[in-house]
């Protein structure tokens, strides 16, 4: 079973950056699409962000020309780097491999 552990999360003013890592355990990492996906208080949970095994990435458009998705095959780490950050862009966010493993999430808070 795979493991998933992200951080870098935190609390940042309007306009500022974070990056968010996520560290899977195993061998399995380089083989899976790696996603990010976020979710604010009282709403359902959204994809952000993907990145494909050939390193073909996918942006949602509510965070284009923002956030930028990474992968580090050789570290079994993916990345979200996120800039421009707005207060509509508060969420934990959670990182996932394949179709059934997710980290546990990481706490973004922007302040406006």
């Known amino acids: 079973q795979v493991q998933l552990v992200e951080s870098g999360g935190g609390w940042v003013q309007a306009g500022g950056s974070l990056r968010l890592s996520c560290v899977a355990s195993g061998s399995v990492f380089s083989i899976y699409t790696m996603g990010w996906y976020r979710q604010a208080p009282g709403k359902q949970r959204e994809w952000v962000a993907s990145i494909t095994s050939y390193f073909r990435t996918n942006i949602a458009d509510s965070v284009k020309g923002r956030f930028t998705i990474s992968r580090d095959n050789a570290k079994n780490t993916a990345y979200l780097q996120m800039s421009s950050l707005k207060p509509e862009d508060t969420a934990v966010y959670y990182c996932?491999?394949?179709?059934?493993?997710w980290g546990q999430g990481t706490q973004v808070t922007v302040s406006s």
């Open positions: 996932r491999l394949g179709p059934e493993n």
